[in-house]
Nanobody, 122 residues
Framework: QVQLVESGGGLVQPGGSLRLSCLAS????????VGWYRQAPGKERELVAR??????????SVLGRFTISRDIAEDGAKSTVNLQMRDLKPEDAALYYC?????????????WGQGTQVTVSS
């Protein structure tokens, strides 16, 4: 199994910055792609950024403003997926979820964190 715990959300003014972190633990060798999604009220959950086999993909709406990165502990038992967000806009406000895709023994499984709220308002 894989556990994902997000942190770092909060209230920020337009133009401000926030850094989200996702601590992933568990069966790390069975995890492939990792990333961040978000869901605003009344809207579908959408991809924000994702790392797959070292290749990074961003949603067009955040390109140039958000940066995703992944750190893996030396023992490989834990991994942190960070999302640095800059020049935040009101439309970035949403519940942000960390996501991981299972591979090998966990192939076909999707893992989600509990979500962290980002509010952008003056």
């Amino acid at each position: 199994q894989v556990q994902l715990v997000e942190s770092g959300g909060g209230l920020v003014q337009p133009g401000g910055s926030l850094r989200l972190s996702c601590l992933a633990s568990g069966s790390m060798v069975n995890i492939g792609a990792v990333g961040w999604y978000r869901q605003a009220p009344g809207k579908e959950r959408e991809l924000v950024a994702r790392i797959t086999d070292g290749v990074i993909r961003y949603a067009d709406s955040v390109l140039g403003r958000f940066t995703i990165s992944r750190d893996i502990a030396e023992d490989g038992a834990k991994s942190t997926v960070n999302l640095q967000m800059r020049d935040l806009k009101p439309e970035d406000a949403a519940l942000y979820y960390c996501h991981a895709s299972g591979i090998r023994r966990l192939r076909g499984r999707d893992f989600w964190g509990q979500g962290t709220q980002v509010t952008v308002s003056s």
